[in-house]
């Protein structure tokens, strides 16, 4: 339901897509708002806006090109889901090497080039053979913000950054992908666009 959601508002239209993007914003900002402090921050907390509203905003900038084209932003969205599913099922059974053991334990190296792969394979699919190399990348980039924001709530000792989604924690847990990836993205489209 939550991927048909965040799909349907983004393809119906601009006016959907930038209400989904502004949702998350507020949504995640409040999460950070409400956070506890951690003892080795060294910036207010007031500054944690700046954590994932750059992410959402380059998207929601992305789908704001007149005609409205949800393409774009859908692409970007199965490279991220597939490199978290690719990440589950490959380094579920064959995850031996750990990737950051004293951030996020449950990450290996194995799953982590599974969630690659499939990322990888969906910008194929989506955008040519040529693309591959987006979709590595972007998971790459998803999995590095997924490490960020777990060190973010190991600092302040929190299991999730909130619980609106009952069983998958908060509205950050389920876009930390976006930190890095998502701002990159949009950079790399605008480049090489016109190639597409």
């Known amino acids: 339901m939550f991927v048909a959601v965040v799909m349907g508002a983004v393809a119906w239209s601009p006016w959907t897509n930038a209400g989904l993007w502004a949702l998350v914003a ?23 806006i700046l954590f994932p509203l750059p992410a959402l905003a380059a998207l929601l900038w992305l789908g704001e090109a007149q005609p409205y084209d949800p393409w774009p932003v859908l692409c970007f969205l199965w490279m991220i889901w597939a490199n978290d599913t690719g990440a ?10 750990k990737l950051a053991p004293t951030v996020s334990p449950g990450k ?16 194929w699919a989506a955008l040519g053979l040529d693309w591959m190399w987006l979709g590595a990348l972007m998971g790459a980039l998803s999995t590095s913000g997924d490490l960020i924001q777990s060190a973010w709530k190991r600092r302040r000792g929190l299991k999730d ?29 605008c480049i090489f666009a016109p190639e597409i």
Do not use: Q
């Open 88 to 97: 589950f099922i490959v380094g579920k059974p064959f995850g031996k090497r």
């Open 161 to 189: 950054s909130g619980n609106l989604l009952p069983g998958h924690g908060g509205v950050m847990d389920r876009f930390d992908g976006f930190l890095i990836a998502a701002p990159t993205y949009v950079l790399l489209w």
């Open 26 to 48: 507020a949504l995640a900002w409040a999460e950070w708002a409400k956070a506890p402090e951690c003892p080795e921050a060294k910036f207010p907390k007031a500054l944690s």
């Open 108 to 123: 290996s190296w194995e799953g982590t080039l599974g969630g690659m792969l499939a990322s990888a394979c969906v910008a």
